[in-house]
């Protein structure tokens, strides 16, 4: 199994509440039911709101490179990528779980 992580910080000036941010977060939140290799995933919002928190928080699980490979250049996902690429700046991580 591989775990997928996607952290994301609003860039200065960007709220949340802002009308590209609400797109942006909908269509991560419908990623799952529209990609078959996404087996498992957590979305949601910081709430700690620490000073050196990020803001948005994605954790993915696939079978494997391959099934993360298919959602990477899913048609869906790079809707996404395009709506988050003037309003967030992203972190990742992925590894392998057992």
């Known amino acids: 199994m591989l775990r997928h992580i996607v952290m994301f910080k609003l860039k200065d000036g960007i709220e949340r509440d802002d009308p590209r941010v609400v797109k942006a977060v909908k269509l991560i939140q419908e990623l799952p039911g529209q990609i078959d290799t996404v087996l498992d995933s957590e979305l949601g919002w910081d709430t700690s709101c620490k000073p050196h928190s990020l803001d948005y928080a994605t954790l993915w699980k696939f079978r494997d490179a391959d099934g993360l490979a ?26 392998v779980i057992a």
């Open 70 to 95: 298919q959602y990477s250049a899913h048609p869906a996902h790079l809707k996404v990528l395009e709506a988050t690429r003037d309003i967030f700046d992203a972190k990742i991580a992925d590894y």
